[in-house]
Antibody, heavy 123, light 111 residues
Framework: QVQLQESGPGLVKPSQTLSLSCSVSGASVNSGYYYWTWIRQPAGKGLEWLGRIYTNGATYYNPSLKSRVTISVDASKNQVSLRLGSVTAADSAVYYC???????????????WGQGSLVTVSS | DIVMSQSPLSLPVTPGEPASISCRSSQSLLHNNGFNYLAWYLQKPGQSPQLLIYLGSTRASGVPARFSGSGSGTDFTLKISRVEAGDVGVYYCMQALLIPRTFGQGTKVEI
């Protein structure tokens, strides 16, 4: 049973960089067929896909975030990390890491999610 | 980006009765492999979203048979044959055809 656990500061100052980690257990971040993804949800609002990384290191980001977002993998720690720069109050949200299963062209959805990490941007 | 639109945004339900949620995409989600790249998620109160349906109509592991997904192209429906109290929460559709993945606004189901 795969488990994902987000961690990081709950409070970030405006203009600084938000950094979160997602520890994965029960699966390897190096295993094929999975995209490791970050999704966020502002309080009382819907879900926004931020970006993903594959086992080969290939990344895709939401263009809405322009060049502020970076996702990386630390295979030695079996972790996936998110960095979001130049944050504002609009970046306050619960941040989820999730695993998307893809086999060839077939997409099997986000089958595992972390419990979420609340980040507030405030001075 | 593909825009996803759900209706209704709020759905009062009665236990034992059926319920239905609609989802429309701004472009076809039909892949050339014949599958529709549409998924449904349920976010129960205070919890993370959980996968219900993928590829338009395939139930995820452990999802009860009372949940069913249908539709093709740009119009999709999630049906609950007989609502149970534990089905309350916000239901989201999501397109998995293109990057960035995009979600509907969510439909709040409450008893």
């Amino acid at each position: 049973q795969v488990q994902l656990q987000e961690s990081g500061p709950g409070l970030v100052k405006p203009s600084q960089t938000l950094s979160l980690s997602c520890s994965v257990s029960g699966a390897s971040v190096n295993s094929g067929y999975y995209y490791w993804t970050w999704i966020r949800q502002p309080a009382g609002k819907g879900l926004e896909w931020l970006g993903r990384i594959y086992t080969n290191g290939a990344t895709y980001y939401n263009p809405s975030l322009k060049s502020r977002v970076t996702i990386s993998v630390d295979a030695s720690k079996n972790q996936v990390s998110l960095r979001l720069g130049s944050v504002t109050a609009a970046d306050s949200a619960v941040y989820y890491c999730a695993r998307e299963r893809v086999v060839g062209p077939t997409n099997f959805g986000f089958d595992s999610w972390g419990q979420g990490s609340l980040v507030t941007v405030s001075s | 980006d593909i825009v996803m639109s759900q209706s209704p945004l709020s759905l009062p339900v009665t236990p034992g009765e059926p319920a239905s949620i609609s989802c429309r995409s701004s472009q076809s989600l039909l892949h050339n492999n014949g599958f529709n790249y549409l998924a449904w998620y349920l976010q129960k109160p205070g919890q993370s979203p959980q996968l219900l349906i993928y590829l338009g109509s395939t139930r995820a592991s452990g999802v009860p048979a009372r949940f069913s997904g249908s539709g093709s192209g740009t119009d999709f429906t999630l049906k609950i044959s007989r609502v149970e109290a534990g089905d309350v929460g916000v239901y989201y559709c999501m397109q998995a055809l293109l990057i960035p993945r995009t979600f509907g606004q969510g439909t709040k189901v409450e008893i």
